[in-house]
């Protein structure tokens, strides 16, 4: 072989490598994750702790869903809501309800970011709230609110998962409960959260891919059928009780 013809095949050879190497180089760095939760943790706004391990709901949900949602998702929207309190401190010093209730007083170059990122936090830390291993079942005025108002308990989580599927891309379905304790079901697109009509959540799923997609692809309704396996109805009955009492937070 002539010395033109090795030059050739080692330069081939070498650009070779050089295309299958780069692909990964720049996949490993734009796959490297983001310091959400050691951002959120630098604040006044902080990340809930989960209260049961991250793999308590499998097979409903799988640790790795778990592990992303809490940990990446909500911890990103906490280490948003410290970044504007940065310039805005009346954020972590006013009610959580208060700022939601009342996004118009919120700086207008931030509220879109506030009404997202603040809506995000409110509503992920019912969700975790809401949820437990061995959740069992309504029993006592949560039960009986759900036969007076909502047509008993399969007809409710028939309706409350039609709600879920039919809401358009990302959003949540919740279970709103007013100061008398009747029940209704309500939908929201993104992180908007009923507190930002002056309502609250009794409980409330969320919808977006974030929350599904590992394990469930496009099978959304499969998601919600499968969600009732982690809901915790004592803490269920506890927020019944605090939003009859008015004092239902988030």
Known sequence: MSSISRRHLMTAAAGLAAATAA???????????????????????TLPPLTYPVNAFEPHIDAKTMEIHHGKHHAAYVANMNTFAKDNPQLATTPVTDVLGNLGNVPEAIRTGVRNNLGGHANHTMFWQIMGPKGGKPEGDVLAAIDRDLGGLEKFQTDFNAAGGRQFGSG???VIVDKSGKLSIETRPNQDSPLMD????????DVWEHAYYLNYQNRRPDYLKAWWNTVNWAKVSERYAAAKAGTLGV
């Open 172 to 174: 949540w379905v919740f």
């Open 198 to 205: 002056g309502k609250r959540a009794l409980i409330g799923n």
């Open 23 to 45: 692909p990964r180089t720049v996949f490993a760095q734009a796959a490297a994750p983001a310091p959400a939760a050691t951002a959120a943790a630098t604040g006044p706004f």
